[in-house]
């Protein structure tokens, strides 16, 4: 049952909570100094975008992937160009082990982590009459597992902070049914992540923000396939897909203290794909 006029107008104690000691001057908000941000799927596309961002406002970064060992020389060059620390760590998210030892790898490396963008997935574009199981399975673990298990992992040390901050990487494909190719289970292992990513929200209130960003199109090695670009270009109101440098600012921004009061948010950056 919900409260009564009566119960409302008693005053919770520590409420109303004290505003964010953070600047007013909003560029001033935008800087990352002093900060350790994580990066998974950081070798290329949003992921790299990301890293790159968060280096150019002067984080720390520690870049995870995969299969891409051009992470390494990428992370080297990052340190060089910002005056920064960047270390590249090759980690399977859909390996809990992995990830737990990575997070405890990068505690020990860079101190803390204030950030983590868990952005990897991947992607095997069927419909479910012609998805071999173990396709399926494959998407679950990347897409799903290894986002719960980052959030889970790195949860840990953000409650240990009494601070933290979660990223996580959906995709429009959470929103709507993707067309014109099927392929149901991308789509909802998307929205699995986003009601999770909502739900963590409430649940680290005390301690953390987590938001979501849902792209479209944006013109990587996941972007828009050739049986589905001339789609992508007709839907999006700016019938293109996204370059990756239009998606950085958005990062930036939920990752620092320009977005203080913004937890459990899902923004969708898709060109105006979604719109009709
Ligand atoms: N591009 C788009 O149009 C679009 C639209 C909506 C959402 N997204 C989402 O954006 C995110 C980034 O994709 P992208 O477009 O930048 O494509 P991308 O360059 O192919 O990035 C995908 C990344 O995921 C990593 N990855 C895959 N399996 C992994 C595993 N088992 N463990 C750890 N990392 C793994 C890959 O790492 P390695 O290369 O090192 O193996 C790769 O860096 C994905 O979550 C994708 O679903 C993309």
Redesign the pocket.
Known sequence: MSMTVADCTTIRDGFPRPFPNTPTNVLEQFKMLGRVAVV????????YAVSEAMAEAHADVAL?????DA?IKKAESLAQTHGIKAIAYK????DAEQVQKAIADVVRDFGKIDVFVA?????ISKPILEQKLDEYQKQM???VD?VVFCAKYAGEVFQRQGSGNLII?????AHIVNVPTDQPVYNAS?AFITHFGKSLAREWREFARVNIV?????D?????SPLAINEAYRMSSLGR?GH?KEIKGLYLYLASDASTYTTGSDVIIDGGYTLP
């Open positions: 998974t799927g950081a070798a290329d596309g949003i992921g995870w992937y995969n299969s891409n992470a980690v399977d998210i859909s952005n990897a997935g991947m992607a673990s990347v897409n290894g990487t959906s995709s429009m494909s998307k849902s792209p479209g199109f944006f990587t090695k996941m972007g828009a897909q990756t």
